[in-house]
């Protein structure tokens, strides 16, 4: 069969759209390995050697500490200092130069097994870009860099969620402008990318990301008012972290050198972790997990200090200048918000506020309607609640639209001291 100039066009990807995806899921894995094997060093086997709890508060404001110096040498020393300033980046960035990336690895590898709260999703991606423009361009020269940065994007995205819905969701915001193909024809080559990656990272992980939450016992009219309640005052939340993320960045900019910079960052990171616990380590999702399986245990006043300390955490760590991703910590407040309302107000099916919450902080902090109405949906992974999501995403987006983002950009005309993006 003769195919179309279209479809003749997209075929040539489909094999590079497969490495790409295959290879962004097991650079993933391999991090993801890596820093779990080291997280078993730090917070197990040393404590252990050493007489003392890995859940202790001197472990806990010690290791933090720590972790935060030895960052800080790697952003100072390694070649390329790790890249750019994380508070600069979003998910999605342009290419960076491929000598900063061992730099990159280590510092996030160094976070996450060190209990910092951010997640691997923006640095994996970035590391994944690059490398798939670096080798494809030597490869394909005449495909579009721009190509080869969607490959790797819906391949890490694929992988991170084992699924190519979100890396669809995502790629359908953008690039519309630029590429006047329709919508299908712009989102094949990644969709490929995507479904390798996440069938890489399920064959190989088994990823699950489902809480234990008792599943939605239906729609009822008072759950759509529930439903845009608890997604504004959630989205509202997200604004208090988004507001707040300038003012901590510009006062560890202060600091100056990146080691005191990060070791004040950590040792900060600590204090917070002392006071919410070990439950507020780490990137949140084997913790969240966690918390809803003890749900009972926890009371209302115990769930909104480990949403406050998480929430604090995140913005610390994400001005102070560690390496990770803000959906994973974002996903574990907004689960904690949503057990609060349910224990506030009990009528409140809890599958409903914690997939409500979730969508409300992810507006606010992502500024992506397609992302987190997708990772607000597979938290529970329940059909019934699909149209009261898309309902509560309107308040809350309302909420949210053409506020500033969590994000810094750098102002070249002061000689790129960072200027708040809004």
């Known amino acids: 069969m003769i195919l179309p100039p279209q479809a003749r066009g997209l075929a040539p990807m489909i094999v590079p759209a497969l490495l790409v995806g295959v290879g962004s899921s097991l650079l993933l894995l391999a991090l993801s390995e890596v820093s779990d094997r080291l997280q078993d060093v730090l917070w197990e086997r040393l404590p252990d050697a ?24 790697v952003v100072w020393k390694v070649p390329g200092h790790a890249g750019p300033d994380p508070a600069t980046t979003g998910l999605i960035d342009p290419p960076l130069p491929p000598r900063v990336l061992p730099g990159i690895a280590l510092a996030v590898i160094i976070g996450l097994a060190g209990g910092v709260s951010l997640g691997p999703e923006n640095p994996i991606t970035a590391i994944n870009i690059a490398l798939a423009y670096a080798l494809g361009m030597k490869v394909m020269p005449r495909t579009p860099g721009v190509a080869w940065v969607s490959l790797a994007a ?34 094949f080559a990644p969709l490929v990318a995507a479904g390798a990656g996440a069938l890489t990272t399920v064959l190989v992980a088994h990823p699950a990301f489902q809480v234990d939450v008792a599943p939605y016992p239906g729609a009822r009219l008072i759950d759509v008012v529930s439903a845009m309640v608890i997604s504004s005052c959630a989205a509202l939340v997200g604004l208090l972290a988004v507001y707040a993320f300038p003012l901590f ?22 204090a917070l972790g002392v006071l919410g616990g070990p439950l507020t380590l780490f990137k949140g999702l084997a913790e969240v997990k966690e ?31 560690f390496r990770g991703g803000r959906i994973f910590p974002t996903v574990f407040v907004g689960v904690t918000l949503g057990m609060l309302a349910h224990a506030l107000v009990d009528s409140v099916p809890a599958s409903l506020a914690i997939t409500c919450a979730v969508l409300g902080l992810l507006l606010a902090t992502t500024r992506q309607g397609w992302l987190s109405l997708f990772t607000a949906a597979v938290v529970l992974m329940d059909l019934d609640l699909l149209p009261m999501l898309c309902v509560a995403a309107l308040p809350a987006w309302l909420l949210v639209t053409g506020r500033p983002e969590m994000l810094i950009e750098e102002d070249e005309k002061s000689g790129g001291a960072a200027a708040w993006r809004g």
Request: aromatic share 6%.
């Open 50 to 73: 050493f007489g003392v709890s890995g859940t202790s508060a001197a472990w806990i404001l010690g290791m933090l500490t720590v972790v935060g110096f030895v960052v800080g040498l």
């Open 154 to 187: 819906a391949g890490t995205v694929g992988a991170l969620f084992g699924t190519p819905v979100a890396a669809a969701l995502i790629l359908s915001e953008i690039g519309a402008a630029a590429d006047p193909r329709p919508l299908w024809d712009r989102l």
């Open 249 to 270: 960045h510009r006062a560890f900019r202060q600091l100056g050198h990146p080691v005191l910079r990060l070791t004040v960052g950590g040792l900060v990171l600590g």
């Open 291 to 321: 918390l809803t399986a003890e749900s009972g245990a926890h009371s209302a006043a115990n769930l909104l200090l480990l949403a406050v300390v998480k929430l604090a955490a995140l913005v610390v760590a994400a001005s102070c200048g």
